[in-house]
Nanobody, 124 residues
Framework: QVQLVESGGGLVQAGGSLRLSCAAS????????MAWFRQAPGKEREFVAA????????YYADSVKGRFTISRDNAKNTVYLQMNSLKPEDTAVYFC?????????????????WGHGTQVTVSS
């Protein structure tokens, strides 16, 4: 059993920052690539960022590159998403996920473990 729990979401004004956390329990996910996805109302879930087991191979969506930073602390079995210079279009429910299947890390289908999400709302 693996459980992922996101935290750190909330309401912030445009230009502000939030730091999301994803804590894993059940077993260590230190060898799994971890990712963040987000889903805005009426839209499909989209890739945000991913990080491999060592933390040395991050991937970012073009829409967040330069503003968001993904990191992980394997000793704490936790993944983070630092979000700076937030924009209203960043408003979404943010999910963390752990890779379980082979394939493109941009594809949500390669991730087999998901949290329930945390709401991020950015006001103008």
């Amino acid at each position: 059993q693996v459980q992922l729990v996101e935290s750190g979401g909330g309401l912030v004004q445009a230009g502000g920052s939030l730091r999301l956390s994803c804590a894993a329990s059940g077993r260590s996910l230190s060898s799994n690539t971890m990712a963040w996805f987000r889903q805005a109302p009426g839209k499909e879930r989209e890739f945000v960022a991913a990080i491999n087991w060592s933390g040395g191979n991050p991937y970012y969506a073009d829409s967040v590159k330069g503003r968001f930073t993904i990191s992980r602390d394997n000793a704490k079995n936790t993944v983070y998403l630092q979000m700076n210079s937030l924009k209203p279009e960043d408003t979404a429910v943010y999910f963390c996920a752990a890779q379980r299947y082979s394939g493109s890390l941009y594809n949500e289908k390669v991730y087999g473990y998901w949290g329930h999400g945390t709401q991020v709302t950015v006001s103008s």
